[in-house]
């Protein structure tokens, strides 16, 4: 499918982890920037962290640098951001995005504009 496939949100405490997957079609996933975002209640879409997943170079917002990873198996079309040392502010409904077959852009700004395919999304709630 073009559209990719989120998994792995739900409810977690504060301090503790989670790991998102995001799987798309070969086609899709092939050289190919794919990247996480999040949008939380009332507030602007984030980008997270995107990787080109040709290369396996990896770009970060400087928000969840440190705390948030992304990576990828190739094997399986499908993508990850593993998130440590959750904080309720990280309470959002989380999206998986893939570009149209380029490299990812600056991360910078609104990179969501630069991104094509979404996913339906998959809630993360941190309590406190």
């Known amino acids: 499918q073009v559209q990719p496939v989120e998994s792995g ?26 990247g996480w975002f999040r949008q939380a209640t009332g507030k602007e879409r984030e980008g ?30 499908t993508v990850y951001l593993q998130m440590n040392h959750m904080k309720p502010e990280d309470t959002a409904m989380y999206y998986c995005a893939a570009r149209d077959g380029r490299f990812c852009p600056q991360w910078v700004g609104d990179v969501g504009s630069y991104f094509r395919f979404w996913g339906q999304g998959t809630q993360v709630t941190v309590s406190s």
């Open 48 to 77: 997270l962290a995107g990787i080109d997943t040709g290369s396996g170079l990896t770009y970060y917002d400087d928000s969840v640098k440190g705390r948030f990873t992304i990576s990828r198996d190739n094997a399986k079309n």
């Open 9 to 34: 949100g739900g409810s977690v405490q504060a301090g503790g982890s989670l790991r998102l997957s995001c799987v798309v079609s070969t086609y899709t996933y092939i050289d190919n920037c794919m």
